[in-house]
């Protein structure tokens, strides 16, 4: 699957019925598992490790980027890795994050 249709997949998926990093997920990890989706179900809204962002969470589940190219890239784009910050400071909608973090999950 192309990136474009991971990040059509994800959006599809994002708030109905999956989190943030559920939908990131779902959408680009080579085999969604079962464990793993229950447990990024409690990673959106600013519960995945460190505060960050749950769907830049799920791309660095996947992705086999260089973590910290990962977040760079991330920040570059949304202006922050920490989902309050990009909520409260940034005010970038869910949906954006949802876009670049399945861009990005390769």
């Known amino acids: 699957m192309d990136t474009d249709n991971k990040v059509q997949k994800a959006l599809k998926t994002f708030r109905n019925p999956h989190t943030c990093a559920q939908a990131v997920y779902a959408a680009c990890a080579p085999k969604a598992d079962e464990e793993t989706m229950a447990v ?3 990673s959106g809204g600013g519960r995945a490790p460190g505060g960050i962002c749950g769907a830049l969470y799920a791309a660095k589940l996947i992705s086999k980027k260089d973590e910290k190219l990962l977040f760079e ?3 570059k784009r949304i202006g ?4 309050r910050e990009i909520k ?3 005010k970038t909608p869910c949906e954006e994050c949802v876009k670049v973090a399945a861009g990005l999950a390769e």
């Open 73 to 75: 890239e991330f920040e």
């Open 40 to 42: 990024l179900k409690n």
């Open 80 to 83: 922050s890795t920490l989902c």
């Open 88 to 90: 409260s400071v940034h």
